[in-house]
């Protein structure tokens, strides 16, 4: 397909307009820039009266009108909804969480251009450039540059198969162009000094996250006292340096992640099910079946609830497993229980607000609340979980709590379960300040060992606890299905959240998984899936008993999919991850499940992933470099 500059259209080489000339839409294929990344691209001619949203998006999107016209409507920084008129040499920008609804004109429908990016000097570029929520429509004083804009916007539109790096250089040349057509020429020399103390600050971030660095180290480095390096990093970068350190570390564990997906690389570092226990026969006799009893029906929009025989489902699995008393109408079907925890940070967080959590927890929940901005309070743990006198001292001791986030069964990372007496105290203390609870149960039916417990939510008396589910782990984790069970005033509110994110998940994923249920025995299913499991993780548990040194002590899950190891005091669990990938071994260094860091010596291992030679020969190279460690910390 090639464009035509002389209209907004595209055709095919023969000169005929083709059916799908009237958009173009691209997903940028690698995440790993910091200071400024794409996400998605396009171009697009609209149909009259075509309308998007209302919807609300996780990074920034700008638009440029190249021809035609348009309404927007956006809520403002106060959160009220503002109308604007847009037409052609002008744009607006949408703002990460921020609701919109934009239509194009009945009468002289807009073509526009647009990019989905974000990063670390976004902040301060949209400042130079004097776009807010507030005033969100691009104005160009320079005609010249208001062109090079859109031509930047353009190529990377038409250029999608471009290497990375290629489209990151021209959307630098894109946010050039949008903040000199913006802003006359000034000269700021205090703007430029201040360049220089964040441009040293990330630099020393960069070479140094693996070690035990603070804030007061960084501020060091910069040769100012904390308080004004902490003001000025979070005024040039929207976040404090705390914020941006802990983020940083996040993303160097997810790129950690993709480099283990290399065919020859013995991987403990992933949270994936077995591939080969997916029921991919059955899956084909249940696609052809649904397609053909209902086709029309799976393929059509559902309700933003969800599909509601899965709903019964679902309710009755819980009733039976979980000992809960729940009913259909107390369940949302989600993208995967993921979405549910971005949705309870939308819900109960404020910039400013305090999340309490398990010391250690979930990186993904982390990541999904910091959005909100919240700060997070670590409660200790034992082996048998939190520790509920310390969670005490911090309720009674902290202003703005507004959310508990906990997994008691089979803990993300550290492979924990919280006992009857730890549940049983938790909901008498969370019943006493009541407090919002997140109950994350993605592994709760994977017990290997001894007795079911009930669930958080089988034991709340006030609808306190907002209990989150997925079929990732017990069936197939591609169908992106989880869900929300809570209180109806609390559902209502997520419910929101739903419609404004993507209106409902996949109908014919829900009913194929409804199917499958009809069709085959799920628990069946999952009893061979815990078979396979409950073996790897004896494998691994004999492996690290025989290999490992004396000093290092690792949890026995009684389910679920991970262990956790503690290193002697002293090893950099960052630092040994790198020598690890040298012998084709990965892991996850502990630090990031540490919501404000400072633990160096602990990783995360799964055994659910790797067949059982695998997991022997991964844990014996594992073994060699912790004892080059020791000796090498010996010296």
């Known amino acids: 397909m090639v464009y035509n500059e002389n209209t907004p259209h595209f055709y095919n080489k023969s000169g005929k307009e083709t059916f799908m000339s009237n958009i173009l839409f691209s997903v940028f294929p690698n995440e790993n820039f910091i200071d400024m990344s794409l996400y998605q691209f396009g171009w697009e001619q609209c149909q009259p009266s075509h309308s998007y949203g209302p919807a609300a998006r996780n990074h920034y999107l700008f638009h440029y009108v190249i021809s035609g016209t348009g309404t927007l409507m956006a809520d403002d920084t106060s959160g009220i909804t503002q109308t604007y008129s847009v037409k052609s040499g002008q744009g607006f920008m949408i703002f990460p969480q921020q609701i919109t609804t934009y239509i194009a004109d009945q009468k002289l429908p807009w073509e526009y251009v647009w990019i989905e990016f974000d990063g670390l000097r976004v902040k301060e570029i949209l400042e130079l450039a004097g776009l807010t929520k507030s005033a969100p429509i691009y104005h160009a004083h320079s005609k010249e540059m208001r062109e090079v804009l859109k031509e930047e916007m353009l190529y990377i539109a038409r250029n999608p198969e471009q290497p990375p790096f290629h489209l990151i250089g021209h959307l630098y040349l894109f946010m050039d162009a949008l903040t000199r057509s913006c802003t006359r020429e000034q000269t700021n020399s ?3 000094l201040r360049d220089f103390y964040i441009h040293e600050a990330i630099a020393f971030i960069e070479q140094n996250f693996q070690n035990d660095i603070s804030v007061e180290d960084i501020a060091e480095v910069c040769g100012l006292n904390r308080s004004y390096f902490g003001k000025i ?13 802990m983020n940083y570390r996040m993303v160097k564990a997810t790129e950690l992640l993709k480099l283990t ?21 059955e899956m084909k006799k249940v696609s052809v079946a649904v397609l053909e009893e209902q086709g029309q029906v799976a393929l059509q929009y559902t309700t933003t609830e969800g ?8 309710a009755d699995r819980m009733n039976t497993k979980l000992k809960t008393n729940v009913k259909a109408d107390d369940i949302l079907i989600t993208s995967g229980s993921q979405q549910g925890l971005d949705f309870a940070g939308k819900v109960f967080i404020d910039e400013g607000d305090v999340i309490l959590c398990e010391s250690p927890s979930y990186m ?13 309070i670590e409660i200790p743990t034992d082996n048998d979980g939190m520790i509920m006198e310390e969670l005490e001292k911090v309720l009674a001791t902290t202003d703005r709590v507004k959310m508990i986030y906990v997994i008691p069964d089979f803990q993300n990372p550290s492979g924990r379960t919280w006992p009857m007496e730890r549940r049983l105290k938790f909901m008498e203390i969370i019943n006493k300040y009541e407090i919002p609870v997140i109950e994350d149960n993605p592994y709760g039916e994977l017990r290997f060992d001894g007795e079911f417990l009930p669930s958080l939510k089988s034991l709340d008396t006030k609808g306190l606890v907002i209990f989150l589910g997925t079929f990732s782990k017990i069936f197939c984790p591609g169908y992106r299905l989880g869900w929300t069970c809570a209180a109806p005033e609390i559902l209502n509110k997520f419910n929101i959240c739903k419609q404004g994110a993507d209106l409902q998940a996949s109908t014919i994923s829900q009913m194929e998984v409804n199917k499958f249920m009809d069709m085959f025995d799920l628990d069946a299913h999952v009893e061979k899936i815990k078979a396979c499991y409950a073996k790897r993780r004896d494998v691994m548990m004999k492996a690290m008993e025989e290999e490992f040194p004396d000093s290092v002590e690792f949890t026995h899950p009684q389910g679920g999919l991970f262990t956790w190891v503690i290193l002697p005091e002293g090893i950099n669990a960052g630092e040994m991850a790198k020598k690890c990938l040298e012998k084709d071994v990965a ?3 502990g630090e990031s499940f540490y919501p404000n860091g400072g633990v160096y010596n602990t990783c995360r291992l799964n055994y659910s992933n790797m067949p059982e030679d695998k997991i022997v020969e991964g844990i014996k190279r594992m073994a060699e470099v912790i004892k080059e460690e020791l000796a090498e910390h010996a010296k």
């Open 233 to 245: 990093f979070k005024e040039t970068l929207g976040r404090s340096p705390q914020e941006f350190l």
């Open 307 to 314: 599909y509601a025989p899965l709903r019964e489902k679902i």
């Open 261 to 281: 997906q290399r065919p020859e690389v013995i991987s403990f570092a992933g949270g994936m099910p077995a591939p080969e226990l997916f029921p991919v026969e």
């Open 587 to 589: 892991y996850v260094p």
């Open 364 to 376: 993904g929940a982390l990541n999904a609340m910091k959005a909100y901005q919240p700060k997070f």
């Open 190 to 192: 205090a703007g430029r």
